[in-house]
């Protein structure tokens, strides 16, 4: 079975701090994803990458950034964290690119005050 | 632009009875089509997929849905709900111009009545 996993599924943090959202897939995927989840709105793609070093913004890169020095592992770095960063972050990995069945992790749920 | 519409927020059944949730895009061609589900506090689980063929398919949990072209609609359903199927299903949609992603619609809530 695919497996990712997720650093923390619970995380508090005070609005300033640098926050780093840790991913981690064993299936040898190429692409990997990074969502936010806030409710009524589904999920919004932040970025996501389909190699390493390669990334690509999504709907809603503002305030994040991502890194991905290693296939399986992709992180997501809030810069200066915010309230409205405030949400449930999802990471996910794909074989395949558009079309392709993607893997989720747990989700964090982040809490920014 | 490409959309997922799910156009009920939430959906509330009773135990044993048949469900419906409902999924409709808007693409030029017949993209890929997903729908996931996620209990509370999990993350998303693929229930099932279409990519051609036939257009009614079978996914896990015993939930089937059915693609039709004329109507632009991806529908779940499951013919006798169990208390455990309560959670927050997403429709999605794959198209090979959106630069690598799913397109997803806001999530259907689906509350069992006992």
Redesign the interface.
């Known amino acids: 079975d695919v497996k ?1 996993t997720q650093s923390s599924r619970y995380l508090v943090k005070r609005t300033g701090e640098k926050v780093f959202l840790e991913c981690v897939q064993d299936m040898d995927h190429e ?1 990997m994803f990074w969502y936010r989840q806030d409710p ?6 932040i970025y ?1 990458s ?1 190699d390493v070093k390669m990334k ?1 913004k ?1 709907d809603i890169p503002e305030g994040y950034s991502v890194s991905r020095e290693k296939k399986e592992r992709f992180s997501l770095i809030l810069e200066s964290a915010s309230t409205n960063q405030t949400s449930m972050y ?1 990471c ?1 990995s794909s074989l395949t ?11 964090t749920r982040l809490t920014v005050t | 632009a490409q959309s997922v519409t799910q156009p009920d927020i939430h959906i509330t059944v009773s135990e044993g009875a048949s469900l419906e949730l409902r999924c409709n895009y808007s693409y030029g061609a017949t993209p890929y089509l997903f729908w996931y589900v996620q209990s509370p506090g999990q993350g998303l689980q693929l229930l099932l997929k279409y990519f051609s063929g036939d257009t009614l398919v079978q996914g896990i949990k015993g939930f089937e849905a059915e693609f039709k072209r004329s109507q632009s609609s991806f529908n779940l359903r499951k013919p006798s709900v169990h208390w455990s199927d309560a959670a927050e299903y997403f429709c999605a949609v794959g198209v090979m111009d959106s630069n690598y992603q799913l397109i997803w619609g806001a999530g259907t809530k689906l509350i069992i009545k006992p």
């Open positions: 990712v692409n009524g709105l589904g999920l919004r793609l996501f389909y690509e999504g999802l996910a690119p558009a079309g392709g069945e993607q893997y989720f992790g747990p989700g």
